[in-house]
């Protein structure tokens, strides 16, 4: 019996999480001489297996410069190692980047030097070898943990269940009691919340708190997409009750303290299947021959007050969440779909900012306040898009003035240096069961830019507003702005690279000529097959647009100044402006002098945790679509490239699956880095971004979001 107890204590210092262990140990005994027979008394190292681990261990963090040697045996901490703190993001294979305030490069964190961080926690880091490629560091301590609560399926075993993660990058099992699985079934999509993880244990225990529905259902699917992001798709009572307090009838003494605008043609153009309108345009002829032009805002400052159960949630949601099928809003469906919302044909309380312009876009005067409007007509894009294109149609004389006022608007902002994008959404179509039926993807129109650069308008005026003193010696209004930094040079080599596969060069060494030359590159071939694809690639090549209280310009859209004002009811950033706004107007003290740098960065970061949601909602419902046609053969272009084998993206159906690189038949292929090209070891064959192929649909999980692709020829003649 002595010999198990040996073996299974021993157990615990193997060489999967002996550093981290030796790490703390020095950290406690900071300014001790500790010898290896001392060191292994304290990690419980007893038999001669551990005892040569922790040797071995120790011999590498000498090397590495992370403590000191006394003497052959002998060991002490160093005195001059950084403890850092970060955010560490896990990949699939279970190695861990931790950012770093102040730092360029991350941190490389070791699969063995986790010590049971999860993804997106805040931790604090020991840096224990720095180099010219990358500086590798240890977790010491879990700061703050980013969720407790995982989705995944039940497996009920014979003495307790187990979770399996949907999120491959949590990298552990959760091991649940019997009593504490509710009324889940084997096999359930359920959420589990992590109640305690012992010193020494691999893997934590948990209690299910919610069962989702049974996995692989469409439902139950999406739920776990939005509680893996930590989204709550249910809004609590006490906000429930409080929007069913508001009233949709408009009170008659605020009216008289607002502009009216009831009389003044106004409209909204919005997608068919949209259910909250939040903007709308007026438009009227002045007598001195100008154009004065109305952007109509939701107000949904008036009826969420700052504090309230609303605002609360608002703010913690930052965002509605738009999934393939379904609308997760940052509002109770009481104010976003009926009292914010600016139906057609009923009086709404709108925050307004005016215009007063010629035709060429020019502006004499601008005003920014509270409205009551009345929405004389709703025009879906493709309603709008016909009568722009000649049909009759209501209000066609101004439907065109707009349009040729927005595309004026939209060449000045071309001319000036912004990045000419065509937006491109895949859609689907679903079946009355929920399934998707068909692929879809929409394009840019001019009905669509008309909307997009009266709102640009709008943003930008009231960044303006908001952000320069009006007179000398005012001190500047502290505001929320959406920022766009330059671009990287290191992403803008990779496009570079990736253009030159398609026999493409642009100059990028400038940085005042990058946005017109990637735009001249992307209008020379509008109509070429790769267009989509190197816009996608220009666009990644891009920083990521934020929120924040310095305002350092937007690059994409070449403004000096630029917020988000447009969109209260799905976006809290806007409440917010729209609250600083009126307290400027007003000349009132602004409610956001303290705390609104916190507030930047967690909408900021839920954003991404949107966007994440939405990207795994649409490759869930490609699997879906893709699933029924598997065996069949499809031309498609080579999207990604990478160690691991070729991605491609079907041109029938646009879905994108994978190719592994052992089995493209003909050679021994690997990905060539320096060529950044898929390469054959005896015949030199390559294969490029944006190559044709044609690939075979081999096996699709939904649950997995993965196509598998089964390479067929990349000659037509060549299927079988």
């Known amino acids: 019996m002595s010999k198990k107890r040996s073996k299974k204590r021993s157990s615990g210092v193997g060489r999967k999480s002996l550093r981290t262990l030796l790490i703390r140990v020095f950290e406690k005994h900071n300014s001790k001489e500790l010898t290896h027979k001392e060191i292994c008394q304290i990690v419980d190292a007893r038999d001669p297996n551990s005892r040569q681990n922790v040797f071995d261990e120790l011999n590498v963090l000498f090397k590495h410069g992370s403590i000191d040697r006394v003497n052959h045996f002998t060991f002490k901490a160093k005195s001059n190692l950084q403890y850092l703190e970060g955010q560490i993001d896990i990949t699939q294979r279970g190695a861990g980047f931790v950012s770093c305030e102040g730092y360029d490069k991350d941190f490389y964190i070791s699969p063995q030097n986790i010590n049971k961080a999860l993804q997106r926690d805040t931790v604090k880091i020991k840096v224990i070898k720095q180099g010219r490629s990358r500086d590798e560091a240890v977790v010491v301590e879990v700061l703050k943990r980013d969720k407790v609560q995982f989705v995944g399926a039940l497996r009920i075993l014979d003495k307790h269940a187990v979770l399996i993660p949907d999120n491959h990058r949590l990298g552990l099992d959760i091991e649940i009691p019997k009593n504490k699985i509710s009324s889940a079934k084997n096999g359930d999509k359920v959420l589990v919340k992590i109640t305690t993880w012992p010193q020494g244990r691999e893997t934590p225990y948990g209690e299910v708190t919610a069962v989702l529905g049974a996995s692989g259902s469409n439902d139950a699917e999406m739920l776990g997409i939005l509680y893996n992001q930590g989204i709550e798709p249910v809004f609590p009572d006490a906000v429930m009750e409080e929007a069913e307090y508001v009233k949709i009838e408009l009170d008659e003494e605020e009216i008289t303290r607002r502009r009216d605008f009831r009389d003044i043609l106004t409209f909204t153009i919005d997608p068919l299947d949209a259910r909250d309108f939040d903007d709308a345009i007026s438009i009227q002829r002045l007598s001195n021959g100008n154009l004065e032009i109305g952007v109509h805002i939701a107000d949904v400052s008036h009826y969420v007050q700052e504090g309230s159960a609303m605002d609360i949630e608002a703010l913690k949601r930052s965002n509605s969440v738009y999934l393939v099928d379904r609308v997760i809003p940052m509002l109770p469906e009481q104010l976003s779909n009926v009292v914010c919302s600016l139906r057609p044909k009923e009086d709404k309380f709108s925050f307004s900012a005016v215009f007063e312009l010629d035709e060429s876009g020019k502006i004499y005067n601008e005003w920014f306040g509270k409205t009551v409007i009345h929405s004389d007509r709703r025009f879906t894009y493709e309603e709008a898009q016909d009568i722009i294109m000649g049909a009759d149609g209501d209000h066609k004389s101004e439907l065109h003035l707009l349009n040729k006022i927005a595309k004026t608007l939209r060449k000045r902002r071309m001319k000036n240096g912004a990045l000419s994008i065509e937006s491109e959404e895949m859609r689907f179509r679903l079946n009355d069961q929920g399934f998707p039926a068909e692929v879809v993807v929409k394009t840019s129109k001019e009905a669509h830019k008309l909307v997009e650069e009266f709102m640009l308008l709008a943003n930008k005026q009231v960044a303006i507003f908001l ?58 071939i509008r109509l070429k097959n790769e267009y989509s694809l190197i816009q996608s690639m220009a666009i990644r090549s891009m920083a990521k647009a934020v929120y924040e209280t310095e305002n350092i310009g937007h690059y994409g859209l070449a403004f000096e100044h630029y917020t988000h004002f447009t969109s209260p009811i799905r976006r809290y950033a806007d409440l917010v402006i729209h609250r600083i706004l009126h307290s400027a107007v007003e000349k009132r003290k602004n409610p956001y002098e303290k705390g609104l740098e916190s507030i930047c960065k967690h909408i900021s970061a839920n954003e991404r945790k949107a966007s994440e949601a939405e990207r795994e909602s649409t490759k869930y419902f490609q699997t879906l679509f893709v699933q029924e046609h598997i065996g069949e053969v499809f031309e498609g272009t080579i999207s990604g490239i990478a160690d691991h084998g070729m991605y491609v993206r079907m041109k029938e159906n646009y879905c994108e699956g994978m190719v592994p690189m052992s089995q493209i038949p003909g050679d021994r292929f690997h990905f060539d880095q320096d060529k950044f090209c898929i390469r054959g070891t005896k015949t030199k064959k390559e294969y490029n971004f944006g190559d044709t192929v044609f690939v075979r649909v081999y096996e699709v999980s939904p649950r997995k979001r993965q196509v598998d692709l089964e390479f067929v020829s990349d000659q037509k003649d060549g299927i079988n």
Do not use: C, M, W
């Not at 007179?471 to 570079?496: C, V």
């Open 467 to 524: 952000g320069k003193p009006k007179q000398e010696g005012d001190k500047a209004i502290t505001s929320l702005y959406r920022t766009h930094d330059r671009p990287d040079p290191a992403k803008l080599d990779i496009f570079s690279v990736f253009i030159n596969k398609f026999g493409y060069k642009v100059d990028l060494n400038q940085p005042e000529q990058i946005a017109k030359n990637i735009n001249k590159l992307l209008g020379d």
